[in-house]
């Protein structure tokens, strides 16, 4: 075989960007495209497989291989060597391809005759299109040179593919950004939406992957590469935190922007023909390629460091910013990688739903996204690759799924459950004003939980009793700094304006676990949920429970307070976290300042713990709030956060039950106000079922308040417990089985 230069593999470009300028069907250019490859490279074959859908990859074009085979031999995603450059995204190289590990010989190509064999991925930034192969009779090895030399066509290949150069008439290939793709993902909020895709991020789309002039490419990448540095530099000194992570994560930022190794592999797939923002995107998608196969976190922290640069340095280089000039669609489904929770809030309830590839149960986009009420599936791997700008997609919050590009039959169906989700909630604004009381005569208060301003408008408009959990880290979460004192009062005046007689239950901050607050360094603690959170930061450190407690007694402006304290694990902890909130109002009212016509002050109750804590603390709280999420995973040792155990257990369980019961009872002992404000309480079977038990008092998203009203205005309580007995007394583990088929008879 011939030696290939530099100046070979320059030729072999242009010659295949001249196949793009000519008109031709997308299978003449394939066609030629294969011929110019095998011929330049000096191989027998050269071939090219691309996607028919996620899993199959299919033999589109062939110079060397029997042509019947063409669009008839087809492979799953990791069956035979082409099957697994495509899974692994790497190259496989070998001078015997029969003796190869996981050789699968397909007759119909008469391909035995050949024994060496390279193939390379065709992908763009993280995004598998297919796989681009070359073979001999010769029974060698490619040099490091030639792998480099295909691995630069393939990236020319992805970008023409990209560019839909490959389409044709009726031809079922390389159908990139336009076939239906279902996401399985995890519930973040649950919800139905139809919309179009609007990319946080939107792609770069380079239109020139191959240089003319390397010269002039490579001056053009020293300029942005200037620029993103200074760029960097900048982001650096006008850091407003101080914060050691924030700064390390710039620090690294910094130093991808100024290696070597990066600059000098760049430089060298523009002297091999790729223009500069090609050669950004070939060395992106390697580093996506490691991405996926890296377990170590931090490693794959630093690759993600080495994208979000890459990203940079490509919109430089094309001038493609964060604003393409792109009009948001009407009903804007918002796709991210990761999104910060005040950038959320930014796009606020415009958005229909949220997609994220990242992203947890518990983040804080997460609750800014339950707080708006927005559908959001989290997990969605790899959408980021796939949607374009105003493609279709329904999300399915309720299943944690996701259509993109749907087919007509399934977006019709998807329409229908919209439409009856639509028809419930029109049905339950009707009970808006009348109040939770079952056949029975029992009146249940129905109370929402809130956080941001943003939850406001719901409580007029969820017909709530009042805001029975109000989770004040979120105001913390959505800012760098911490919030002023004065700041925070003028909040919590709002809030209280808002309700107008209606209680607030302000909570003060329960950061820690999953909670971090950007402006705090994250503890490194090897059970961070078990850890140091909530009011154990506060009694540790108080400065900030104090500061939050006198923003609360300013905002009272002489109206009841209503206060509780987050995760108390035993009687000591509720005294002193209470005594300094006492403390406070005595030294407002010293210092001539109106104090609070009346201060309640209760606890939360989300360890098993509280519920045996001594008599005397149940007649000292002035009320208790249950925290189910917290109190759930305690009590079944399952992590909320963790996909693989959080739904093992049910909430009706009879062990939880008893537990429950035996708080209700020692609360009505010493006739202590009691309310459950954890997510089962918006669930109607959970919510009825503790109704039953004896809660008066539940707290949920103000979305639950209509589907939960309606079913205990339909249902005897007192029946209700009946069946609850009996299913315990016949050893049933959970209640549910007994509860769902009486509630379906009734
Ligand atoms: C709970 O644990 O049930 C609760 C309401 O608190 P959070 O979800 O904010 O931890
Ligand atoms: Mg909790």
């Given at each position: 075989m011939p030696e290939r230069t530099e100046s070979d593999s320059r030729k072999l470009l242009r010659r295949l960007r001249d196949t793009l300028a000519t008109p031709a069907k997308g299978q003449e250019r394939l066609d030629r495209i294969t011929r110019l490859i095998a011929h330049s490279m000096g191989t027998q074959v050269c071939s090219i497989y691309l996607f028919r859908d996620s899993e199959t990859l299919e033999l589109c074009a062939t110079e060397g291989l029997k042509a019947a085979s063409v669009h008839q031999t087809r492979l799953k995603l990791g069956e035979g060597l082409v099957g697994r450059v495509a899974r692994f995204g790497q190259p496989v190289n070998t001078g015997s391809a029969p003796a190869e590990r996981g050789f699968r010989y397909m007759p119909e190509t008469g391909e035995e005759i050949y024994s060496s064999f390279l193939g390379v991925p065709i992908q763009r930034v993280g995004e598998k299109l297919g796989v681009l192969v070359v073979q001999s009779r010769e029974a060698r090895q490619f040099s490091d040179d030639e792998v480099y030399g295909l691995e630069v066509v393939a990236m020319v290949l992805a970008e023409m593919a990209e560019l839909g150069?490959?389409?044709?008439?009726?031809?079922?290939?390389?159908r990139v950004h336009t076939r239906p793709v279902l996401f399985r993902g995890a519930t973040g909020q649950e919800g139905s939406a139809e919309g179009r895709v609007w990319l946080h991020e939107p792609r770069v789309v380079v239109t020139n992957p191959v240089g003319d002039d390397p010269e002039k490419e490579s001056a053009r990448l020293a300029v942005a590469v200037a620029e993103l540095r200074e760029a960097v530099d900048r982001m650096l000194a006008n850091a407003l935190s101080t914060d050691a992570d924030h700064l390390e994560v710039l620090e690294t930022y910094r130093m991808f922007a100024n290696s070597r190794g990066w600059m000098r592999r760049m430089e060298e797939d523009i002297a091999r023909g790729l223009s500069a923002e090609a050669a950004v995107e070939k060395e992106q998608s390697s580093a996506r390629a490691r991405l996926e196969q890296a377990s170590d976190p931090y490693l794959r922290d630093r690759l993600y460091d080495l994208d979000d640069l890459s990203n940079r340095l490509l919109r430089l280089l094309t001038?493609?910013?964060?604003?393409?000039?792109a009009e948001m669609p009407e009903n804007p489904v918002l796709v991210a990688r990761n999104i910060g929770p005040a950038e959320l809030l930014d796009y606020g309830r415009r958005l229909r739903g949220v997609v994220l590839e990242e992203g947890s149960v518990g983040s804080h986009a997460a609750i800014v996204a339950r707080a708006l009420a927005i559908p959001l599936v989290i997990h969605a791997q790899r959408i980021t690759s796939e949607a374009l700008n105003g493609d279709a997609i329904l999300v399915d919050g309720d299943q944690g799924l996701v259509h993109l590009r749907p087919e007509e039959t399934v977006a019709h169906a998807f329409r229908d459950k919209i439409a009856m989700q639509a028809e419930a909630q029109s049905s339950y604004a009707s009970l808006r004003?009348?109040?939770?009381?079952?056949?029975?005569?029992t009146h249940i208060a129905l109370f929402m939980n809130a956080g941001l301003m943003a939850d406001l408008p719901s409580l007029v408009g969820s017909g709530?009793?009042?805001?029975?959990?109000?989770?004040?880290e979120l105001q913390f979460l959505i800012r760098n700094q911490v919030p002023r004192r004065g700041e925070l009062a003028a909040i919590y005046s709002r809030v209280m304006d808002a309700a107008g007689h209606r209680p607030v239950v302000f909570r003060t901050l329960d950061i820690g676990s999953d909670k971090v607050l950007p402006s705090m360094k994250p503890q490194d603690e090897p059970n961070p949920a078990m850890g140091w959170r909530a009011i154990r930061v506060g009694l540790d450190k108080p400065g900030i429970l104090r500061m939050q407690v006198q923003a609360l007694i300013r905002a009272a402006k002489g109206r009841p307070l209503t206060v509780m304290f987050p995760f108390i694990a035993n009687r000591g902890e509720f005294l002193t976290a209470r005594k300094i909130l006492t403390d406070e109002v005595l030294r407002e009212a010293a210092q001539g300042r109106t104090v609070p016509s009346q201060v309640e002050v209760g606890a939360m109750l989300e360890t098993p713990s509280l519920a045996f804590a001594p008599q005397e603390f149940f007649d000292e709280v002035d009320f208790i709030s249950i925290g189910g999420n917290d109190l759930k995973q305690f009590f079944f040792a399952a992590d909320r956060e963790n996909e693989r155990v959080?739904?093992?257990?049910?909430?009706?369980?009879t062990s939880f039950l008893a537990l429950l019961e035996q708080i209700i009872d020692r609360c009505a002992r010493s006739d202590t106000p009691l309310s459950f404000c954890g997510e089962d309480a918006g669930r109607p079977i959970e919510a009825v079922t503790f109704a039953a038990l004896g809660l008066r008092t539940l707290s949920m998203r103000p979305a639950s308040i209509g589907p939960v009203k309606h079913l205990i205005r339909r249902v005897n309580l007192l029946d209700l417990k009946d069946v609850i007995d009996e299913a315990r007394a016949s050893g049933a583990e959970s209640a549910r089985a007994a509860v769902t088929g009486w509630l379906a008879r009734q």
């Open positions: 150069a490959f389409l044709g008439e009726g031809e079922a290939m390389a001038g493609q910013g964060a604003d393409t000039g004003e009348l109040p939770a009381v079952g056949t029975c005569g709530a009793d009042g805001v029975g959990l109000f989770r004040t959080r739904r093992r257990y049910d909430t009706l369980d």
